[in-house]
């Protein structure tokens, strides 16, 4: 395990309230990053825009002010980052590692281990060739979720 200030994050979506499950889990990080010296931030996954509304933001934000908790930078709007998943996806389509399939652009899962170190489970692991390349964005450009949340987290 490195010794770097942790970096958490509490991303719900605003296609409902606060709810207690999204509470406990702001709660937890929003504590165990001030206990490890980390910062805690805030995005909001808004993608879905046939369901996200702004009353859900704000009730989500107005929610974790009255637990009081703060974020240590401004929140980030997972909706104003489409350039930037297309400008990825793009990237990885120009260095060979994506390609595209009936529009959409698919990630090229490599063959043999792929491995990492976890915090919490330490060493995990598993055959790339166990794993079917995915779509990371649709036809349209849109960004699909998983992909959305790991370009946004790095």
Same mark, same amino acid.
């Given at each position: 395990? %490195? ?6 994050? $509490? ?13 406990? %889990?702001?709660? $937890? ?10 910062? $805690? ?5 808004? %993608?879905?825009?046939?369901?996200? %509304? ?12 009255w ?14 980052? @489409? ?18 399939e009936? /529009?959409?652009?698919?990630?090229? @899962? *490599? *063959? /043999?281990? =792929?491995?990492?170190d976890?915090?919490v489970?330490e ?7 166990? =794993?079917?390349? $995915? ?20």
């Amino acid at each position: 395990m %490195t010794s770097t200030a942790p970096r958490l994050r $509490f991303a719900p979506s605003p296609t409902g309230y606060l709810h207690v499950g999204g509470a406990r %889990t702001a709660l $937890f990080n929003w504590v165990y990053a001030r206990h490890a010296g980390g910062k $805690f931030l805030l995005r909001i996954e808004d %993608t879905d825009k046939a369901r996200s %509304t702004d009353e859900h933001t704000k009730v989500i934000l107005d929610g974790l002010n009255w637990l009081g908790l703060d974020w240590d930078e401004e929140p980030v709007f997972q909706g104003a980052r @489409v350039k930037r998943h297309q400008e990825v996806a793009d990237r990885l389509l120009a260095e060979g590692k994506a390609y595209m399939e009936d /529009g959409a652009i698919r990630l090229r @899962v *490599p *063959p /043999g281990e =792929i491995a990492w170190d976890d915090a919490v489970h330490e060493r995990i692991s598993f055959q790339g060739e166990d =794993i079917k390349d $995915f779509v990371i964005l649709r036809a349209d450009r849109s960004p699909l979720y998983n992909f959305a949340v790991v370009v946004d987290d790095i």
